[in-house]
């Protein structure tokens, strides 16, 4: 890519101060003696990106009380639900603005609910399709003034079928337009206001289905 380069093994600082994080769920496994469910593990992985943004080690310092993130302004989606409710909640928590794009309309809306309607925002938003990222983003910018963090959490496993011929294309093809092209096109879009603004962070989250950890 052109715009920024990624690492498999944590961030890349370009010249125009955006970073990608790519966060492999296996990276995760040194805390998962602490984290044995998906919402523990998904709230180490917000403080890992909030201790990376500050430039503190301290990845499991949950309960210091500081306010890390006021300010800033994250959308997160697959927010309504798992892992991107709990981040959510996590970078709210910690003083972000949030907006959470998902399809899961009454779920979305009450974890608005449960934030803070003054500080969280609900877009129905299909990552599959592009007018839909495109409106999520351009609402976090409507709405907040910028977007600061883009969480491209939203994604699914295929059915679980061991043998290869009692899949279907169709299954496979729709995990791909979730977990490939839903996470090319968060990254399009959010480039899109970052690189201008020439600063942003974009997360990219990576977790096998196999792995019984993220099962709720």
Known sequence: MSLMSISRHGSVKENIAMQVILCPLSRLGIAADHCPSAKSRCSYLAELFIERQLGDNSCLSLDNGNVRLEGKVALITGGASGIGECTAKLFASHGA????????????????????????????????????????????????????????????????????????????????????????????????????????????????????????
């Open 97 to 216: 603005k949030v907006v959470i794009g998902d399809i899961q309309d009454v779920l979305g809306h009450s974890v608005r609910k449960d934030i803070d309607p003054s500080n969280c925002t609900y877009v129905h938003c299909d990552v599959t399709n592009e007018d839909h990222i495109r409106n999520a983003v351009d609402k976090t910018v409507e709405t907040y003034g910028k977007l600061d963090i883009m969480f491209n959490n939203a994604g699914i496993g295929g059915p679980n079928k061991a043998r290869i011929i009692d899949n279907e294309k169709e299954d496979f093809e729709r995990v791909l337009a979730i977990n490939v092209t839903g996470v090319f096109l968060g990254m399009k879009h959010a480039a899109r206001v970052m690189v201008p603004a020439k600063s942003g962070i974009i997360i990219l989250y990576e977790a096998a289905s196999r792995d019984k950890h993220i099962e709720e």
